[in-house]
């Protein structure tokens, strides 16, 4: 079975400070990996997937994640947080079983202060 | 056109009533998902049609019914619902559902109140 732990439900950042979302997987295949955005009352959006090749992806609004097969960790940054960042992130795994059928971590709420 | 449309987007039903979701797309996808979502939940997958075909349905009750008339429409009907099915109810679509690795397109979703 595969799963995702994301570390920490809440995170509060000041403007321009770095974000650091967690986020670890448990897989007995290679995984297809992926970060969800969820802003308010909005479905969810890709920020970005780990598929094969570089271990290092980058997204869309300033997000990037690095693939660490040895620590099983996909963990999500942006160097510089906006006001506009403030959301729920989900972290995903996909690769077995067929199909595409993702597992969601728990979530991440994050908050950008001022 | 990369959007996935839900109606309606809010929808109050009491437990005798029977009522229906809707959602469409017009991107040519032909893999089409529902998830429901509990409030500070992860989305919870319920069903997959992938070329008008259900290719997974995660144990749903059968009080929800799904539906792909086409490949641009799906459809869940509801009926005695209990309070507990209380959710925003995702639909969302894919190109094929035959890959792991596809981004799925997700509609803004129905807010749905049993009482």
């Known amino acids: 079975a595969q799963s995702v732990t994301q570390l920490g439900s809440h995170l509060s950042v000041s403007e321009g400070a770095l974000v650091l979302l967690r986020c670890n997987y448990s897989s007995s295949v290679p995984p297809y990996l992926f970060w969800y955005v969820q802003y308010p009352n909005q479905g969810l959006q890709l920020l970005l997937k780990y598929t094969t090749g570089a271990t290092l992806v980058k997204g869309i609004n300033g997000f990037e994640a690095e693939f660490k097969k040895s620590e099983t960790s996909f963990h999500l940054t942006k160097p510089s947080a906006h006001m506009s960042d403030a959301a729920e992130y989900f972290c995903a795994v996909s690769g077995a079983g067929g199909g595409n059928k993702l597992t969601f971590g728990t979530g991440t709420q994050l908050k950008v202060e001022l | 056109d990369t959007e996935v449309t839900q109606t309606p987007k809010h929808l109050v039903m009491g437990m005798t009533n029977k009522k229906s979701l809707k959602c469409e797309q017009h991107m040519g996808h032909r893999a089409m998902y529902w998830y429901k979502q509990k409030a500070k939940k992860p989305p919870e997958l319920m069903f997959v049609y992938s070329y008008e075909k259900l290719s997974i349905n995660e144990s749903v009750p059968s009080r929800f019914s799904p539906e792909c008339p086409n490949s641009s429409l799906l459809n869940l009907h509801l009926h005695a619902l209990q309070p507990e099915d209380s959710a925003l109810y995702l639909c969302?679509?894919?190109?094929?559902?035959?890959?792991?690795?596809?981004?799925?397109?997700f509609g803004s979703g129905t807010q749905l109140s049993v009482l």
């Open positions: 969302a679509s894919s190109t094929t559902g035959s890959e792991t690795n596809e981004k799925l397109f």
